[in-house]
């Protein structure tokens, strides 16, 4: 272990055992309170925004390693350790070892992550406690039931079901089972997941709500025995089991279905000794009726830590009248034995919140994860933004895909929301794909905009897609983009006539053409010329007047110029002005350009290449689809393949994703092997196409199952 100290740390010093966003956004509560700040870092962290901002910064071999950041805090002096969310922050054995040290865990005691950690467990102690619950069965530890078993208990508690580990969260193992038919497979397949995720394969399975909404209660429990609750957040938009769009409070809640809840999850932290800031989430669905009467809520699980989410119980929640409270501050207090500092009578809400999830993940090519270096960043003014990364790091497949969250306040929700779509416009991150545009797409949704919402509602009634082919003014700004980096400084023209590149030669004006391809999208030829007509170059800058034609159009005028740090690309085409953000990839020369929420990575390409068709019509190269590691090449040079044949296994975020060939034919190269880093869109097979005439040859392969586990 080593340690990178910039300023001594103070007595009262407090050690974050995390990582990301929620590091920096515990150590920012720390420096306002006046304590020191310790944070842990691998090695891939070791110039990460969060070891930057505390005051000392040790290395670990890894996030997980309990025994190294207890050591960690002890070295450092800490007195106390936060653990944020994710990685040890429900861990009972990690809190056991920090009290055992003598050092304060800012959390529940261990007794509570234990009763709570485990599905079955909370759900027996909160049902004594009077909390609704959803009926069900439970298998006992080390006890499956057999199948007889798991169809006679299925039928008494009637179909759909929902089967999910009782072990671990995240989305990990659950199945959906709509008959008996599915029953005995997706029970299997579940317990498989399970054990190999939390090495414990015990099944808790209950009703399967229909459209249900997913609404939590933050609380805060002192040693004194105040227990508050601070209203609920509506957390029903998610994809694969995992939040994309928070807001507090819900649209669907009347103040007294709020009073009842709250009241509820009041009772379950009580029912298991809990201290400190915790979330009971619950299933909520709507009967026919309406009204108070017309909500059916029951218990989920408890969160014994803060959530993701936070942040919008922070901006709504009213002390006295008093707008804003800060849930880290409250945490450290009562870890120190200071009693709450309000009751439940002094708790009110104004306004409303949202919180919007900036992931590195496609969301047009199924939510996979991407990657890439953070090449510029512009978070927008007016907005809260708790980000983890920073100009010059690297998105990787080693941590969660969550880069930082937007947050934005509004007297209503209509307001809002109209303020999280100008942020998301204004938020521009280059060199890694993020899901931006697609919250976008998704906060314009009708049933969003309604507050019509549901755990769905992304699956089952997507958002607009995005556009399937790119604008033609991205094509012209990005050939604009290249054409100005052939245009001399200012003060120093080419000594070369023909290097001047404003189209003259002898014979007529010349075209110069780029060939530009962006990821998913065909390619497009892009002429540009100098407009002589226009005018000159204009001076002190690089910039100038064109004419431009895609592919087979009509030549457009068009005006670019760069801003002089050269972040910033303005460009007037077709009589509109836009303004992009800029930047280049020098590992893989790729451009990247955003506006509006939107961002393009285009590369160029030989122009001789325009004779070719798409790549997977033509050369028969397959593409990895998301940067991670090669598990697989289950096929060879020379092998006959069939189209869908498994080509290469790539994994990300402990997602394995089989890339298929896209036609039957033969292999004629294989350009990875297994344990190889890839990028996005790396090169990993090439099929020449063909009728293979037989059975392929090579090996057996299937198709290996798709499973995801998040911090």
Known sequence: MTTTPRTSPSPATVLVANRGEIALRIIRTLKRMGIGSVAVHTDADAGAPHTLAADLALRVDGYLDSAAIVAAALDAGAAMVHPGYGFLSENADFARACAGAGLVFIGPPASAIEAMGDKIRAKDTVAAAGVPVLGGFTEKPGQPLDDDALLRSAEETGYPLLIKPSAGGGGKGMRAVRSAADLVSAAAAARREALASFGDSTLLVERLVRRPRHIEVQVLADGHGTVVHLGERECSLQRRHQKVVEEAPSPLLTAA?????????????????????????????????GGDAGLAFSFLEMNTRLQVEHPVTEEVVAIRGERGVDLVELQVRVALGEPLPFGQDDVSWQGHAVESRIYAEDADRGFLPTGGPVLALSEPAGARVDSGVAVGGEVTSAFDPMLAKVITWGPDRAEALRRMDAALAGYVLLGCVTNTAFLRRLLHHPRVVAGDLSTDLIESEPPEPAPGTLPEHVYAAAALDHQLDLEPGPGSPPADRFGTP???????????PWRLRAPRH????????????????????????????VDDGAPVAARARRSADGSRLTVTHAGRT???ARACDPATGHRWLGADGTAWSLHEEPVASALRDDDAASDGTVRSPMPGTVLAVPVEVGQTVREGTPLAVVEAMKMEHSVPSPFDGTVTRVAVRPGASVPMDAALV????????????????????TSEEHQ
Do not use: H, K
Request: some cysteine; charged content about 20%.
């Open 257 to 289: 279905q709020r009073t009842a809840m709250g009241e509820a999850a009041v009772a379950a932290a009580r029912s298991c000794g809990y201290t400190g800031a915790g979330t009971v989430e619950f299933i909520a669905e709507e009967s026919a009726n």
């Open 578 to 580: 836009r303004t992009y």
């Open 502 to 512: 404003d189209g003259w030669r002898m014979g007529g004006p010349a075209w110069t």
């Open 686 to 705: 090439t099929v020449e196409p063909g009728e293979p005439g037989g059975t392929p040859s090579g090996p057996s392969v299937s198709t290996p199952a």
């Open 522 to 549: 065909d390619s497009a030829v892009v002429r540009v010329r100098r407009d002589g007509a226009a005018g000159a170059r204009e001076p002190g800058a690089v910039s100038g007047a064109y004419l431009v034609r």
